[in-house]
């Protein structure tokens, strides 16, 4: 247990650990990692609706036709390459 300065302020609601921030629920350490996890919700939040999960991939399609068949029938190979799905060569950058 902490010593006399634990006295002085109420425990961190979320550890009950450390005493807390002066005017705040939790410590300083607790405090940090839930801004933190905050942050990376909102951030994969952003991409769209709430119940849409962004796609994983963000290769985006050529626009170009390709320069055998002349055609825009691109697929993705694996991630961030393209080929053409008639001659299987990859797109002229
Ligand atoms: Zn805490
Ligand atoms: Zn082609």
Known sequence: MIPDQGTLLPLCSRCQQRPRRPG??????????????????????????????????QAEKPIGLCRLCGM???????PNTWRCALCGIRPAL
């Open 24 to 57: 705040q629920r939790w410590c300083q350490p607790c405090a940090n990692q839930y801004k933190s996890q905050r942050y990376w919700r909102l951030k994969t939040e952003e991409g769209g609706a709430h119940d849409v999960i962004p796609a994983p991939s």
């Open 72 to 78: 825009g029938a691109w697929f993705e190979w694996s």
